[in-house]
């Protein structure tokens, strides 16, 4: 009886030994999407204030970086749990969730910088047609001239 006893410990302590080779050999902390998590709260915080917020708004330029940083963080978050969910034992809940909430960003973000492609181009002609007009190619007045200037004084009294 005693024979066994210690024939099974010494077994289960190999077992141990083993199982803890194999950990360090795959050499994950699962704890370690714990900073990308933590890195996306904080982008999603600063959007969603942003967002909130009448005095600082967003330029569509500043919202495409942080949705680059966001998509980037989720390409990170994704690879790290494609190769790590089975380890970890990551739900295949939250393993979806991730993916459909990636996709989304990954929309947004298109949509956002196309936006602020859109707009760096037509302040781009904005400044090129201001220039043409105050350098005297073409002005924008009625009849082609420079336009009117000063002021026009109302009469007074009954009209």
Do not use: Y
């Not at 999603?44 to 967002?51: Q, T």
């Not at 990170?76 to 380890?87: P, Q, S």
């Not at 295949?92 to 949509?111: I, P, W, Y």
């Amino acid at each position: 009886m005693f024979r066994v006893t210690v024939a099974a410990l010494a077994g289960s302590l190999v077992g141990g030994v083993l199982l803890s080779g194999a950990a360090l050999a795959q050499g994950v902390d699962c704890a370690g999407i714990q900073t990308t998590l933590t890195e996306r709260k904080d982008i999603v915080a600063k959007v969603n204030a942003a967002s909130q917020t009448k005095k600082a708004k967003l330029t569509a330029a500043q919202a495409c970086a942080l949705f680059g940083k966001l998509q980037a963080n989720g390409t990170e978050g994704l690879k790290w749990i494609t190769a790590n969910k089975d380890w970890c034992s990551i739900p295949d809940s939250f393993v979806e969730g991730f993916k459909a909430d990636h996709s989304k960003v990954t929309t947004l973000r298109g949509k956002v910088c196309n936006a602020a492609q859109q707009q760096a181009v037509m302040e781009k002609k904005a400044r090129a047609q201001a220039a043409q007009n105050a350098g005297g190619g073409g002005g924008g007045g009625l009849l082609g001239g420079p336009g009117l200037t000063g002021s026009f004084r109302v009469p007074q009294g009954a009209l």
